[in-house]
Antibody, heavy 127, light 106 residues
Framework: QITLEESGPALVKPTQTLTLTCTFSGFSLNTGGGGVGWIRQSPGKALEWLAL???????RYSPSLKSRLSITKDTSKDQVVLTMSNMDPVDTATYYC???????????????????WGQGTLVTVSS | DIQMTQSPSSLSASIGDRVTITCRAS??????LNWYQQKPGKAPNLLIY???SLQSGVPSRFSGSGSGTDFTLTISGLQPEDFATYYCQHSYTTLTFGGGTKVEIK
């Protein structure tokens, strides 16, 4: 059974750096196919994909937020950490981590989807 | 980056109705398209992957179709538990989500 759980501060101040941790079980980032992604959702808004890391340390970021994001893994703890710099009130959102399934790849693209999600953690950016 | 446009943004329907939601990509994404359902306060739930493959455990009244730039999610015989917001997501380059379609009770 795959489970994921997000943890981190509920409140951060503008300009601060947000650090979120995803602790997971039921899969490993030491083995082929394992990965963790981060998705956020501002109140009343759509889902927004942020970043993704795979077992082979392949890292991908949303182009619009790439300069502010960093994703790392700690395989000994079964954790993935997302940092987002220079937080702003518009970054107030529920942040989800999720386990991607990598179904198949062509020469240029891969079919990936999120089958398992954490419950999400609400982060408010306010002074 | 490839943008995903869903339509309509919201719709009202009755129990038993056939509901169709459209997702259009700004360029061809082959069949690298997935659909999710999200209920208030909950994480999204995968319904369809690869444009038309039904995720295990998802009722057969949900179906997906399309390829290239135009995709459709159809709910055949809307049930009370289907009132929710639906999102498409592509993985052709990044993993971009559409803007969502909220299905409400008429």
């Amino acid at each position: 059974q795959i489970t994921l759980e997000e943890s981190g501060p509920a409140l951060v101040k503008p300009t601060q750096t947000l650090t979120l941790t995803c602790t997971f079980s039921g899969f490993s980032l030491n083995t082929g196919g394992g990965g963790v992604g981060w998705i956020r959702q501002s109140p009343g808004k759509a889902l927004e994909w942020l970043a993704l890391i795979y077992w082979n340390d392949d890292k991908r970021y949303s182009p619009s937020l790439k300069s502010r994001l960093s994703i790392t893994k700690d395989t000994s703890k079964d954790q993935v950490v997302l940092t987002m710099s220079n937080m702003d009130p518009v970054d107030t959102a529920t942040y989800y981590c999720a386990h991607p399934t990598l179904r198949y790849c062509s020469s240029t693209s891969c079919l990936e989807y999120f089958q398992h999600w954490g419950q999400g953690t609400l982060v408010t950016v306010s002074s | 980056d490839i943008q995903m446009t869903q339509s309509p943004s919201s719709l009202s329907a009755s129990i038993g109705d056939r509901v169709t939601i459209t997702c259009r990509a700004s360029q061809s994404i082959s069949n690298y398209l997935n659909w999710y359902q999200q209920k208030p306060g909950k994480a999204p739930n995968l319904l369809i992957y690869a444009a038309s493959s039904l995720q295990s455990g998802v009722p057969s009244r949900f179906s997906g179709s399309g390829s290239g730039t135009d995709f459709t999610l159809t709910i055949s015989g809307l049930q009370p538990e289907d009132f929710a917001t639906y999102y498409c997501q592509h993985s052709y380059t990044t993993l971009t989500f559409g803007g969502g379609t909220k299905v409400e009770i008429k």
